[in-house]
């Protein structure tokens, strides 16, 4: 049962304001504002060219926003004072005992997963397809196994400090591939996966990162039915069991309207519905956007709309 609290209001993880990304002449995103809720999960839908990847492109730092403010909060306790403050500074982040904050259109990329904890799976899966299963989920976890070993020294003498790390990343490692029902072939080469196993490895390597928030860009895709399913299980699971906030992009509303907690729809880069589930399956505008209406076309389908709700609660009152 999804959360009845609107807690992306009360509780963000990321609040995105006023995002603008301009390719010369050509406005892929424009004016966007939405928010996260901590330990939700958001769904970013919208027909095709809506600009859901230059969003997710700019929140994780592949692209650099033309203007707008990507804000993330690890901690909830991080006041609004705290992110002015910052604002007004010209850093990057701020991180200390009240919480940590970060302003994410300032951060390269790999300081956006290091530093701030946003973890991202592509459209198109990019394992280590040479790489054993178990060794895809180690080499998430290189940046604290460099720090461990001194980086190099202690991995060579084999230090205390670094023998411990490593066991604790192969632990971490052993625990996700067990979640993901993949245990059984961790001695395999990434790349001898069906396809459904390699998107929820994909997953797992991100979660060893330690992420405040995932960011999955199409993870039902090419997936079957039974795939599907499982996916929605383990979206859950790190929902409920981690605390980990999810941000995804997705086409299979499917798994969209089952498991989504708030949604964000697109429409040529503009934001023309926000809210839950319900709210947003009987959105107007929604519907005409997926439909290919003009606008001068949304009222019809408006009043199209209201006709067959009134005919199916006629309908029910018969029964």
């Not at 397809?129 to 604290?144: K, R």
Request: charge should be negative; include cysteine; proline fraction near 3%.
């Amino acid at each position: 049962m999804l959360k009845e609290t609107q807690n992306w209001s009360a509780n963000p993880v990321l609040s995105v304001e006023h995002l603008t990304m301009r390719f010369g002449g050509l406005v892929a995103v424009d004016d966007l504002s939405f928010n996260v809720g901590r330990g939700d999960i958001t769904a970013l839908i919208g027909p095709n060219g809506a600009g859901k990847t230059t969003v997710f492109n700019c929140v994780t730092g592949f692209y650099k926003p033309t203007e707008g403010r990507i804000a993330l909060r690890r901690d909830q306790a991080v006041a609004d004072g705290t992110l002015a403050e910052l604002t007004k500074s010209g850093r990057q982040y701020f991180d200390g005992d009240k919480g940590g904050v970060f302003l994410l259109e300032r951060m390269p990329d790999f300081k956006i997963t290091e530093v701030a904890g946003v973890a991202r799976t592509f459209q198109n899966i990019r394992l280590f397809g040479g790489m054993t299963v178990l060794e895809n989920l180690l080499v998430a976890q290189h940046n604290q196994l460099m720090q461990a070993s001194s980086f190099t020294i202690g991995g060579l003498f084999g230090l205390p400090g670094y023998r411990k790390a490593a066991a604790a990343a192969k632990d971490k490692a052993v625990e996700w591939l067990r979640h993901v029902n993949l245990l059984d072939r961790a001695d395999d080469p990434a790349a001898d996966l069906p396809y459904g196993a390699q998107r929820r490895l994909e997953i797992a390597r991100a979660l060893c990162t330690n992420p405040v928030l995932l960011c999955l860009d199409e993870p039902a895709a090419g997936l079957n039915p039974r795939e599907s399913a499982e996916l929605n299980e383990l979206l859950r699971f790190i929902r409920d069991e981690h605390g980990v906030s999810v941000l995804l992009i997705e086409h299979d509303m499917g798994v969209v309207m089952e498991i989504s907690d708030h949604i964000i729809v697109l429409d040529y880069g503009k934001k023309i519905a926000d809210g839950t589930a319900s709210e947003v399956r009987s959105d107007p505008k929604v519907i005409a956007a997926y439909l290919g209406v003009d606008d001068e076309e949304v009222d019809e389908v408006e009043r199209d709309l209201d006709v067959q709700t009134g005919h199916s609660a006629s309908e029910g009152g018969s029964q």
